[in-house]
């Protein structure tokens, strides 16, 4: 404690009011704060940081356990890059500061399958970075280096050398002081009273206890506490988050009565037992995170509200107390113990959140660390003064972790009442893309929700919206319609048998699939199409009636979404965006707008369509019947839309676009009129022996004609340069802008990132995505592919797959990934020469590489060369 004094004296200089003016007022004196602190003043932001009490000792972090988890525990490679930037800003810090830092590592521990696959997929991308990384199958070896563990049920065990434990308030406070050696002002006791935002909804400056500071950036790194500070000149009054708090538990104890336990002895995790152990030659930690010891706070109002410390509950944490006793017998031989409730931010989706607000600019967030604060706050707060500094992070790609992934619902204080305890028990679970959770769903639904229940539907949630992943057979009324936990890693699953009846429907006759969930607006306006040619970078002043798949890139040419824009009229266009996309593209669209003063009206109508997609060769003689018009290839082409009448329901939008590369349309139907439309179409579709399909079936068509997926496959790291969509790309000069000629005076041709891309083109690629093809896999008993696997030329890894799924055509494994080749690019040569293979979870597998989309036999063999994601 004596460092903690010396530091905290160095930090309280005797202020009594605040500085007149701050380029960026951080509030928030933990482990966001403090790093978010550290980075700006690092780059010569002028920073004031505020905190309610002293730095380091209040919130999640004063309370924490001080464990940094090391970056193979992530599946995600944008989170594992932000793990390494902590660990790598930590250990330089413990060279050069005087604070505890233990460099002990981690060992997981699996006794059920499941678990096994898991860590063996950890294995085999840590052990790519760091080959000290170590499997252990052998009961008696883990008895004999760990003996006061119970083994015996344990299958295998993974030993991680890169984890930490380290002392966290000294950790912030020396956070603290770099920041203010380079220029920043700390005050500590100073809570943020209101942050004040202009006409304009932008912020102008902070009132703290101390008094008033001028600024136009706030960062809102308050914990627990984050947007709830006072903002009068907004709706709710504050800045929305999706982030509520939490309460967790652990025991703090003595020693293990056994001379087998020293600082370096690892952290022990035991996934299958969802517990934790820190035992040192002084003290024992050990956790449990069962989610029905997990309770969510009552949220309070102000950020200068005493934090409010529930009381430890024994009865609550027994059943995690059994597990850990059951584990570590040598714990029952402990004296005492005192347990502790800790307390933490968590999001809907177990990942951080940062960036700036839509609510206010200039508000920045960065909160909800869902248990992993310390792991991730380091990396976390060079990645946003990067955003703040740069607009791009050179890091990461920051889309898992954006703040525009969420919208309105996940703000709603009793859908995170529900959600984050589950969350918050997954705190050291692994999630992949088919997670589910069991909590706060049914909440979006499409009008014939309650049909597709009854036709067999399983759902998955996304975005809120519930959506059929497959149907089952034979239909249960009383069964649970809704998906939890995720799909198994090992053989065959479950739905396996029903996606390919469905699958086999979407290819020979015809398939019905509700796609309600993806992003719909409606962009109309004098400047319309000048400002649609400024942002996408496709040619979209195409003839009425035209549906055209285009990318939008930011500045360095990577994509920002991927979209399908169809013209309805001369100044008004229908555009379809991937779900995950609602907020952040709505945000990038208006702030184009305002820069631009472009005359143009951006509204988001996803809730206003019932989305069907029809897909398959009977489609078109199905959508004839429905409709009494001729869908011939001449009369209604692909890539066309059309308003359309079917029976008397009117307004209904059809394109021919199906996104995955089969025949077909998708309808868009007013959600009045929904429910008749759907019974007519089940009508109609008995001749053709129309089948419901799920999204399922929809990721193994699209996945092998090689059609990316856009917060899978790419993202803002990756151009279409990079994924075979150059031709997409259309880099002819435009007649743009006439209104920008009005603002400016100046003359504005090229779309955002023309420049990046023509310059990618010139100097050639580094990175380029592939199909991958996978041999030898036996589909009934070897693990899964499910992205992340890494791929190998010759042995070496050059590469990472992105997402997967079986091929029925095909007839094996199918992965989209992307291969490098950064010292000399990746060339024809480079796909074509050496023997590639990917490795699932510790068995490697050969592979045959596309970089085009091949050619399947189709009984629709009509599409047009142009239709092919790939050229």
């Known amino acids: 404690m004596i460092g903690h004094r010396l530091a905290k004296w160095r930090l309280s200089r005797s202020y009594t009011t605040a500085v007149a003016n701050a380029d960026v007022v951080v509030c928030g004196g933990g482990i966001s704060g403090t790093s978010i602190a550290y980075h700006l003043a690092k780059r010569g932001k002028k920073v004031a940081l505020v905190e309610k009490d002293s730095i380091g000792c209040s919130g999640a972090t004063g309370l924490s356990a001080g464990l940094v988890s090391a970056p193979i525990f992530w599946q995600d490679t944008s989170l594992q890059a932000i793990a390494q930037a902590s660990l790598d800003l930590y250990s330089h810090l413990a060279k050069t500061c005087k604070f505890r830092y233990v460099k002990c590592g981690r060992t997981y521990l699996a006794s059920s399958m499941a678990n096994e696959i898991l860590l063996r997929r950890m294995y085999s991308r840590g052990v790519v970075h760091n080959d000290k990384v170590e499997l252990l199958d052998c009961q008696s070896e ?216 839509s609510q206010a600019k200039g508000y920045w967030v960065m909160c909800g660390m869902n248990g992993q604060g310390l792991s991730l706050a380091g990396g976390l707060g060079k990645v946003l003064g990067e955003l703040m500094c740069e607009s791009q992070s050179s890091t990461a790609d920051v889309a898992r972790v954006d703040v525009g992934r969420f919208i309105d619902l996940h703000a709603n204080s009793q859908y995170l009442i529900g959600r984050t305890p589950e969350v918050a028990a997954l705190t050291y679970s692994n999630l992949y893309h088919s997670h589910q959770c069991h909590t706060a769903r049914n909440l979006r639904m499409a009008p014939i929700y309650h049909q597709l229940r009854d036709a067999g539907a399983v759902f998955g949630e996304i975005m809120g919206y519930e959506r059929p992943l497959w149907f089952e057979k034979t239909a249960k009324s009383e069964r649970n319609a809704l998906m939890s936990g995720q799909d198994s ?65 930011h500045q360095k040419g990577g994509y920002v979404t991927d979209c399908t824009l169809s013209r309805l009229g001369d100044k008004k266009f229908f555009m379809v965006a991937p779900t995950i996309q609602q907020e952040r593209v709505l945000v990038w669209m208006k702030k184009w707008q305002a820069i631009l003063k472009a005359r143009v009206h951006v509204q988001d109508v996803t809730g206003a369509y019932t989305a069907l997609d029809m897909i398959g060769p009977s489609s078109r003689y199905l959508m004839g019947d429905i409709t009494g018009l001729s869908m011939s290839s001449n009369d209604f082409p692909t890539f066309r839309c059309q308003e359309i009448n079917i029976g008397m329901a009117t307004g209904i939008r059809a394109i021919s676009v199906t996104h995955c590369g089969e025949l077909g349309w998708v309808i868009y139907i007013p959600n009045e009129v929904a429910q008749n439309v759907y019974e007519k179409i089940l009508e109609a579709g008995k001749e053709y022996s129309l089948q419901h399909a799920g999204y399922y079936t929809l990721r193994q068509l699209r996945i092998e004609k090689f059609y990316v997926y856009w917060g899978q496959d790419i993202n803002a790291t990756v151009t279409p340069v990079e994924c075979g969509r150059l031709f997409r790309v259309d880099f002819k000069v435009r007649s743009i802008f006439s209104f920008f000629m009005r603002e400016s005076g100046e003359f504005q041709k090229d779309f955002i990132g023309k420049k990046a891309l023509e310059e990618q083109v010139e100097r050639g690629v580094s990175k380029r995505f592939v199909q991958l093809l996978v041999d030898g896999h036996d589909k009934e008993t070897d693990p899964w592919p499910q992205g992340g696997e890494t791929i190998l030329k010759d042995g070496r890894p050059v590469g990472l797959t992105t997402s997967a799924a079986y091929g029925f055509t095909l007839g094996c494994q199918v992965c989209i990934g992307y291969v490098e080749n950064k010292e000399f690019g990746v060339s024809p040569e480079f796909v074509s020469s050496g023997h590639f293979e990917i490795d699932i979870a510790g068995k490697r597998f050969s592979c045959r590489l596309n970089v085009h989309s091949p050619s399947l036999p189709m009984i629709s063999s009509e599409h047009p060369l142009h239709y092919r994601p790939t050229q």
Not at 337 to 356: N, Q
């Open 489 to 553: 890693l090992v053989g065959k699953p479950d739905w396996f048998e029903r996606v390919a009846s469905e699958y086999e429907a979407c290819r020979e006759r015809v398939g019905l699939m509700d796609m309600s969930s993806f992003s719909k607006y409606d962009i109309t306006g004098e400047d319309a199409v000048e400002y649609l040619q400024f942002l996408c970078s496709a040619n979209v002043d195409e003839p009425i009636g035209t549906t055209v798949y285009t990318g939008m890139q």
């Open 142 to 357: 883990m008895l004999e280096r760990w003996p006061f563990l119970q083994t015996e049920d344990v299958q295998l065990a993974l030993y991680s050398p890169e984890d930490v434990a380290l002392d966290p308030v000294a950790l912030c406070q020396h956070l603290a002081l770099i920041a203010k050696d380079h220029g920043a002002l700390i005050y500590e006791s100073n809570p943020v009273l209101e942050v004040h935002i202009g006409d304009e909804k932008q912020v102008y400056g902070v009132s703290t206890k101390m008094g008033f500071i001028e600024t136009s950036h706030f960062v809102d790194a308050a914990g627990i506490w984050a947007g709830s500070h006072l903002v009068k000149a907004l709706p709710h009054q504050h800045v929305q988050t999706a982030a509520y708090p939490c309460t967790y538990s652990y025991i703090h104890t003595s020693k293990l009565p056994t001379g087998s336990v020293s600082d370096m002895t690892p952290i022990f995790n035991d996934l299958d037992g969802n517990i934790m152990l820190r035992t040192t030659s002084f003290k024992t930690l050990c956790a449990g995170f069962s989610e029905e010891s997990i309770r969510p706070l009552a949220r309070q109002t102000g950020s200068a509200t005493p934090w409010q410390h529930p009381e430890p509950d024994w009865n609550v944490f027994d059943s995690n107390l059994e597990k850990l006793i059951s584990r570590c017998p040598m714990l029952g031989e402990c004296n005492h113990g005192d347990l502790i409730v800790g307390m933490e931010a968590y999001t809907p989706d177990k990942l951080p959140t940062i960036g700036e607000s």
